[in-house]
């Protein structure tokens, strides 16, 4: 049974920073590219950041260069680093696992940014 079990959400400043985390379980974590998407109300889900089974990672424009998106391996972990968030940041961010015909979800977990 796969899971993949988001955490790390919440309330965050305008400028501060938020860590999301997301454990992987039933499969071969090294396998899969591993992406970020978020959801705000009333919009469709959008691709974020991913970062494929080599290592390389790709960003969505609206976050480069404030968001780091990394993989542990070892621990079947990935995550998100967001700094400097911004009111617009404010969604449900999930992430996705894939590889060639698979494709999985986790729950999401909520992020707001609001003074």
């Known amino acids: 049974q796969v899971q993949l079990v988001e955490s790390g959400g919440g309330l965050g400043q305008p400028g501060g920073s938020l860590r999301l985390s997301c454990a992987a379980s039933?499969?071969?974590?090294?396998?899969?590219?591993m992406d970020w998407y978020r959801q705000a109300p009333g919009k469709q889900r959008e691709l974020v950041a991913f970062?494929?089974?080599?290592?390389?990672?790709t960003y969505a424009d609206s976050v480069k260069g404030r968001f780091t998106i990394s993989r542990d391996n070892a621990e079947n972990t990935v995550y998100l680093e967001m700094n400097s968030l911004k009111p617009e940041d404010t969604a449900v961010y999930y992430c996705?696992?894939?590889?060639?015909?698979?494709?999985?979800w986790g729950q999401g977990t909520q992020v707001t940014v609001s003074s």
């Open positions: 039933g499969i071969i974590f090294s396998m899969y590219t």
């Open positions: 970062i494929t089974n080599g290592g390389t990672t």
């Open positions: 996705n696992a894939h590889t060639y015909g698979e494709s999985y």
